[in-house]
């Protein structure tokens, strides 16, 4: 059964540094055509992709958010990890990562649960 | 880059057809993949491909494109389909090629 989930602070206060880290089972991500994925969702709104890793270290960042971004892997822990530097209020949001099919057809199946950041002084 | 546009809202009635539709230029290139999403629970895939359901997922649920534009189809809707549906590509757009694009979602109303 492949399952992630994601773990960090719930709260984090303005400029602080997020670290999320999401952990991977069931499948490995050195395999050819997977990545991870991380998407937020603040209250209320839409699904926004954030970044995506794959096994060979490839990575890729939403434009808007690339400066502030960094995604990590750690194979031996089947651990993803994502930073965001400089918190505001506006990424108050449920971050959810997930595994991502890239090698004919892609997709993301299956999620993690999320865990939602609230950035809050 | 690319966007992905949706209807933010549709309805059906109990029973009927109902057409979920997504624009975006990299349609031309990628297939959407849908998601459905119920409050307080996270995405759960229900369409990849050219038509694809993954194990678990209804055959009242079915995907199609056609040029720039990919649908998601639930014919004989159910109660439970009430949900936000998002759809989900590939850029295909100069230097944000390989980027990921979402729809800004559309909430499905069964009456």
């Known amino acids: 059964q492949i399952t992630l989930k994601e773990s960090g602070p719930t709260l984090v206060k303005p400029t602080q540094t997020l670290t999320l880290t999401c952990t991977l089972s069931g499948f490995s991500l050195s395999t050819t055509g997977v990545g991870v994925g991380w998407i937020r969702q603040p209250p209320g709104k839409a699904l926004e992709w954030l970044a995506l890793i ?8 939403s434009p808007s958010l690339k400066s502030s971004l960094t995604i990590t892997k750690d194979t031996s822990k089947d651990q993803v990890v994502l930073t965001m530097t400089n918190m505001d209020p506006v990424d108050t949001a449920t ?3 997930a595994r991502y099919n890239d090698y004919t057809d892609k997709w993301f199946d299956p999620w993690g649960q999320g865990t939602l950041v609230t950035v809050s002084s | 880059s690319s966007e992905l546009t949706q209807d933010p809202a549709v309805s059906v009635a109990l029973g009927q057809t109902v057409r979920i539709t997504c624009q975006g230029d990299s349609l031309r290139t990628y297939y ?11 995405p759960v895939l229900v369409i990849y491909g050219k038509n694809n359901r993954p ?18 189809t639930i014919t004989g809707a159910q109660a439970e389909d009430e949900a936000d549906y998002y759809c989900n590509s590939r850029d295909n757009s100069g230097n944000h090629l390989g980027n990921v694009l979402f729809g800004g979602g559309t909430k499905l109303t069964v009456l």
């Open chain 1, 54 to 61: 794959y096994g060979d270290d490839d990575k890729r960042y």
């Open chain 1, 95 to 97: 971050y959810y990562c």
């Open chain 2, 32 to 42: 959407a993949s849908w998601y459905q999403q119920k409050p307080g629970q996270a």
């Open chain 2, 55 to 72: 194990s678990g997922i209804p055959d009242r649920f079915s995907g199609s494109s056609s040029g720039n534009t990919a649908s998601l």
